[in-house]
């Protein structure tokens, strides 16, 4: 069955800078869209990046130019490095897998979470 798994959340200051990772297994990872999502307390769940089987990408506006979202296929491995952290930022996140990219927002596997806290 799939499985996604990420670790690397934590708490750091505004402007440092956390590597995210998510783990695959259960599926061919290397042939699905990849993503990376986010939700605080009282605000609606929001896609952050997306990467293709493909290797193209896409960002949310809010993160372009700080977050950077990567694979490595041969590790089952996704990940989202970000850089100038803001208290805005502050957020679960998820890592979430589907078919293709177009299910967007409504993919089908997701991981448990990790929590990304920013202090000003």
């Known amino acids: 069955r799939v499985q996604l798994v990420e670790s690397g959340g934590g708490s750091v200051q505004s402007g440092g800078s956390l590597r995210l990772s998510c783990v695959a297994s259960?599926?061919?990872?290397?042939?699905?869209?990849m993503a990376w999502f986010r939700q605080s307390p009282g605000k609606q769940r929001e896609a952050v990046a997306t990467i293709d089987s493909d290797g193209s990408t896409s960002y949310a506006d809010s993160v372009k130019g700080r977050f950077t979202i990567s694979r490595d296929n041969a590790k089952n491995t996704l990940y989202l490095q970000m850089n100038s952290l803001k208290p805005e930022d502050t957020a679960m996140y998820y890592c979430a897998a589907e078919v293709a990219c177009y299910y967007m927002p409504s993919f089908g596997y997701w991981g448990q979470g990790t929590q990304v806290t920013v202090s000003s």
């Open positions: 259960g599926y061919g990872f290397r042939d699905f869209c």
